[in-house]
T-cell receptor, first 109, second 117 residues
Framework: DAKTTQPNSMESNEEEPVHLPCNHSTISGTDYIHWYRQLPSQGPEYVIHGLTSNVNNRMASLAIAEDRKSSTLILHRATLRDAAVYYCILISRPGKIIFGKGTRLHILP | DAGVIQSPRHEVTEMGQEVTLRCKPISGHDYLFWYRQTMMRGLELLIYFNNNVPIDDSGMPEDRFSAKMPNASFSTLKIQPSEPRDSAVYFC???????????????FGDGTRLSIL
């Protein structure tokens, strides 16, 4: 199964953009790149996903490298409520989902 | 919109007792997933259903664990007998069936925090 690699933790200042990187060098052609986040005492929350093209939604943007071996989740203006663990996951079919340890994002006021 | 609803939110029980966790998926969703989260092992997929049929239960730790989905709006995860090492947060998630396998997000409930004494 294709695996992802993320930094253990990152810090960012409030109201500044945040770029969360993810490496997935063994990605296959059918793998979608999904991002979820988990706030304390809550279930994971879907953030965004994409296949080849960059994607934008109300929560974030997803930038996918041309060779698809890496991607970056972009939070345009971090708030304290964005402090969470962010998971980058590859999914090719519904049951093939492996959560890694994710990146713990700290937001500094 | 109602999200995935899990009950109870917290469960504390003694070793050897039967534990039943409940989940109501989002209406219209075709897939239902059960996960377990611990500090040591992170978030693990236990079993998932498609149209109420179990598809893959290879993540279920042992025979003490069983899951059912009697209809499209209800699923249970049962542990009998329970052991202290079963203590964890159990999440249920649901998703639509996409035209392509990985093209649908999963929507998670808030989980059941289970403590076995």
């Amino acid at each position: 199964d294709a695996k992802t690699t993320q930094p253990n933790s990152m810090e960012s200042n409030e109201e500044e953009p945040v770029h969360l990187p993810c490496n997935h060098s063994t990605i296959s052609g059918t793998d979608y790149i999904h991002w979820y986040r988990q706030l304390p005492s809550q279930g994971p929350e879907y953030v965004i996903h994409g296949l080849t093209s960059n994607v934008n939604n109300r929560m974030a943007s997803l930038a996918i490298a041309e060779d698809r071996k890496s991607s970056t989740l972009i939070l345009h203006r971090a708030t304290l409520r964005d402090a969470a663990v962010y998971y980058c996951i590859l999914i090719s079919r519904p049951g093939k989902i492996i959560f890694g340890k994710g990146t713990r994002l700290h937001i500094l006021p | 919109d109602a999200g995935v609803i899990q009950s109870p939110r917290h469960e504390v029980t003694e070793m050897g007792q039967e534990v039943t966790l409940r989940c109501k998926p989002i209406s219209g969703h075709d897939y239902l997933f059960w996960y377990r989260q611990t500090m040591m092992r992170g978030l693990e997929l236990l079993i998932y259903f498609n149209n109420n049929v179990p598809i893959d239960d290879s993540g279920m730790p042992e025979d003490r664990f069983s899951a059912k989905m009697p209809n499209a709006s209800f699923s249970t995860l049962k542990i009998q007998p329970s052991e202290p090492r079963d203590s964890a947060v159990y999440f249920c998630a649901s998703s639509l069936k996409g035209a392509v396998g990985g093209n649908q997000p999963q929507h998670f409930g808030d989980g059941t925090r289970l403590s076995i004494l």
